[in-house]
Structure formats: C-alpha cells, structure tokens
C-alpha cells in the first residue's frame, strides 16, 4: 500500500517504539488466528522510515514493512486495516505460493474480498465514495434536519421524523435493489472505560440508524495506552448519518448537562454519568416511539444480510459482555426526561464535533 502520510510524525523513545512493535506483533497473531485461521508462519513486524508507502510485505525477510509516520498519524483501526492488507499479500504469496501473478492479482483480490480486507493498491483505507443517489438522499435529509431547527417544537419534531422516515425508506429501498458497498469508521475518542451513556449511543446507532456496531480494542502509541473505541459499518450514506448523529448527541448531552447543573446550582460532576445514560436513554425511548409509528405505517426494517456478511468478516469472533446499569436516580431521571426532549437538527453554524460532515458546509 502507498500513500504519503497525512502529517509528521512525533518521534519516539526507545521504550515507546518498543512497545508499539510489540502491540503490533500482538495484533498481528490475533489477525492470524481470526481471520486467517492461524495459517500464516509468524513474521517479523517493523517500522520503518519510508514515506513513499503504508506497508509492504518482504518476502526474502519473512517480514511486514509499516511506516513509522503512517502509524503515528493515523487512528488503529485504520494501521489494523494495512496490516491486515500485508498479511493477505504474504497468505498469497507463502499459502496458496502464487508467485506468478501481480501483487494485486486475482488470487489476492480473492482473498481480500472472502476475509472482509481493504484489497486497494494504495492509500489509506476509506470507506467508499458518496453516490449519486446517496449524495440526494443525503441531502435532503440536511434539509429536513435545517428545518428542525425551528423554534415552534411541533414544526421541529416533524422535521427530525421526517428525516428518519426518508432514511428508512431509502435504506429499506437499496437494500432490496443493487448490491450495496460497505465501509466503517471509528467514533468518539478512544477510552479506557467505556460509560453507559456511549454504550446507549451505540445502541442508537445500532437500531435507529441502519449501521451495525462493536466496541474494539485499540491502541495509543504515543500514550502507551490501550482502549476501545465503538466501530460502525455500513454503507457510506449510513456511515455519513452515524457519524453526525454520534457527534450531535455526544455535544447536546454535554451541554444538557451543563444547564442541568447551572438551573441547580450543582457545583460538583458527580453525577454526571449518570445524567449523561440517562439522556440517552431518554431519546432512544422517543426513537423507539417514533419506530412503532413508521411500522403502524407498514415501513418495517428487518435488516441488511449484506452488510451483516460484511461485520462478520470484520469480526470473525466476536464476545458478548453484560454490563450493570448506572444507578436510577434523581439525575437519572431528569437526564431522560431532557433526552425525551432532544430533536435531532442540523446547526445553524459549525457541526457539533468532529467528523459531522453530513450536514455542515
């Protein structure tokens, strides 16, 4: 894979460098039993100076090339992804020993294609590219959601459901028609712990907007640190309405919260996660709501097979985990009766947070 990395990279120390050989040797055996099933013989994983590429596999060394650069400025999933690409190259090249085909011949497209892998001859990952369709849906949509800012409660909440019920109709149309392209991104910031109210959002995300999500592992090599962060798939259009919403809601939850301490002279936060799950909480109640009327209407998703292929072979093995709620609380309950309240619109100005490209100019 080539590409120039997208800035300069920080230099590390010895002990920084070392560590992030041996989260990516880890990550290595990991995608080698997952997704290859253990067949690959265990290579050398190093960094290198190269500016010219991402990665490459070397097969006189047994060894797989990443970019010193490359690594440092861009987020895990997207180092994984390369990763993954090289160790397709070496499955081809020392487990089906095709050697006489072009690097990204058949037989590595092959594989790419059956094992969920970015297969592109250069550049970094991305999720696909906005259609013609997409691109109109998209956009009427902004415009539903620039009407949902209006001050009369009424006239907003029929905008956002609006907006919702042309998103299921366009889904629940593509789905039945041409085969769809699906891609993924990683929301939010990474964090150690992950708190009820991002696990509600992901939750949101997974049932009202047309995407499937899972919280992965990454890690930060600058920090020495790991975390998860969520992951979406889906195809572009949904990934594009996933990512603003993930932002709108990750921002107005916040700043309820503020209002909710400053109406009550709360000067300390020690509620917070609590009033945050439960703004969550509240609006996934209304999107519920709004679910059952767009079924009383007949318009029932029942899902996308396609991309549910697409998630499995991202994820491969994947571990279910229960977690206890926060406590249900004074804050609690206003945190979901300000979630009831939330109207999901586009901003007058700038986006919410990062990434909310759908709906800022």
Same mark, same amino acid.
């Given at each position: 894979?080539?590409?120039?990395?997208?800035?300069? $990279?920080?230099?590390?120390?010895?002990?920084?460098?070392?560590?992030?050989?041996?989260?990516?040797?880890?990550?290595?055996?990991? &995608?080698?039993?997952?997704?290859?099933?253990?067949?690959?013989?265990?290579?050398?994983?190093?960094? /290198?100076?190269?500016?010219?590429?991402?990665?490459?596999? @070397?097969?006189?060394? +047994?060894?797989?090339?990443?970019?010193?650069?490359?690594?440092? /400025?861009?987020?895990?999933? =997207?180092?994984?992804?390369?990763?993954?690409?090289?160790?397709? $190259?070496?499955?081809?090249?020392?487990?089906?020993?095709?050697?006489?085909?072009?690097?990204?011949?058949?037989?590595?497209?092959?594989?790419?294609?059956?094992?969920? %892998?970015?297969?592109?001859?250069?550049?970094?990952?991305?999720? #696909?590219?906005?259609?013609?369709?997409?691109? +109109?849906?998209?956009?009427?949509?902004?415009?539903?959601?620039?009407?949902?800012?209006?001050?009369?409660?009424?006239?907003?909440?029929?905008?956002?459901?609006?907006?919702?019920?042309?998103?299921?109709?366009?889904?629940?149309?593509?789905?039945?028609?041409?085969?769809?392209?699906?891609?993924?991104?990683?929301?939010?910031?990474? /964090? #150690?712990?992950?708190?009820?109210?991002?696990? @509600?959002?992901?939750? %949101?995300?997974?049932?009202?907007?047309?995407?499937? =999500? %899972?919280?992965?592992?990454?890690?930060?090599?600058? *920090?020495?640190?790991?975390?998860?962060?969520? *992951?979406?798939?889906?195809?572009?259009?949904?990934?594009?309405?996933?990512?603003?919403?993930?932002?709108?809601?990750? $921002?107005?939850?916040?700043?309820?919260?503020?209002?909710?301490?400053?109406?009550?002279? &709360? +000067?300390?936060?020690?509620?917070?996660?609590?009033?945050?799950?439960?703004?969550?909480?509240?609006?996934? *109640?209304?999107?519920?709501?709004?679910?059952?009327?767009?079924?009383?209407? #007949?318009? %029932?998703?029942?899902?996308?097979?396609?991309? /549910?292929?697409?998630?499995?072979?991202?994820?491969? +093995? &994947?571990?279910?985990?229960?977690?206890? #709620?926060?406590?249900?609380?004074?804050?609690?309950?206003?945190?979901?009766?300000?979630?009831?309240?939330?109207?999901? $619109?586009?901003?007058?100005?700038?986006?919410?947070?990062?990434?909310?490209?759908?709906?800022?100019?």
């Amino acid at each position: 894979m080539n590409d120039e990395p997208r800035m300069d $990279h920080a230099r590390l120390s010895v002990e920084l460098e070392m560590a992030l050989v041996r989260e990516l040797q880890r990550a290595y055996a990991d &995608i080698n039993a997952t997704h290859f099933r253990r067949k690959l013989r265990p290579a050398t994983v190093v960094l /290198s100076e190269a500016k010219s590429r991402l990665g490459r596999w @070397i097969p006189d060394v +047994r060894g797989i090339e990443l970019g010193r650069g490359f690594v440092l /400025s861009q987020p895990w999933g =997207v180092v994984l992804e390369v990763l993954k690409h090289e160790m397709a $190259h070496q499955y081809v090249s020392e487990v089906l020993g095709k050697v006489d085909e072009t690097a990204h011949g058949p037989a590595f497209r092959d594989v790419c294609a059956r094992l969920g %892998i970015d297969g592109a001859a250069a550049g970094v990952p991305v999720a #696909g590219n906005t259609g013609r369709d997409e691109a +109109r849906v998209l956009e009427r949509i902004a415009r539903l959601l620039a009407l949902a800012e209006s001050p009369n409660v009424h006239e907003a909440q029929a905008a956002m459901n609006a907006a919702q019920r042309l998103m299921l109709k366009y889904n629940l149309e593509t789905v039945a028609g041409a085969v769809r392209s699906y891609g993924f991104r990683h929301l939010g910031t990474p /964090s #150690g712990r992950v708190c009820e109210s991002e696990r @509600i959002l992901g939750n %949101i995300l997974d049932h009202h907007f047309f995407v499937d =999500v %899972i919280w992965v592992p990454v890690y930060r090599p600058l *920090e020495q640190k790991r975390g998860s962060v969520l *992951e979406v798939c889906g195809s572009h259009a949904n990934l594009e309405m996933a990512t603003y919403v993930h932002a709108f809601l990750t $921002h107005t939850a916040d700043q309820l919260w503020l209002a909710h301490k400053r109406d009550r002279k &709360i +000067r300390i936060n020690r509620d917070r996660r609590t009033f945050l799950a439960g703004v969550m909480a509240g609006f996934l *109640e209304k999107l519920n709501g709004q679910r059952r009327a767009n079924q009383a209407e #007949g318009l %029932i998703w029942v899902g996308d097979a396609d991309l /549910s292929a697409f998630y499995r072979k991202r994820h491969p +093995r &994947i571990a279910h985990v229960r977690h206890q #709620g926060s406590a249900r609380n004074e804050a609690h309950l206003h945190g979901r009766e300000a979630g009831r309240r939330i109207v999901l $619109h586009r901003p007058v100005t700038s986006g919410p947070g990062n990434g909310a490209r759908l709906l800022t100019r």
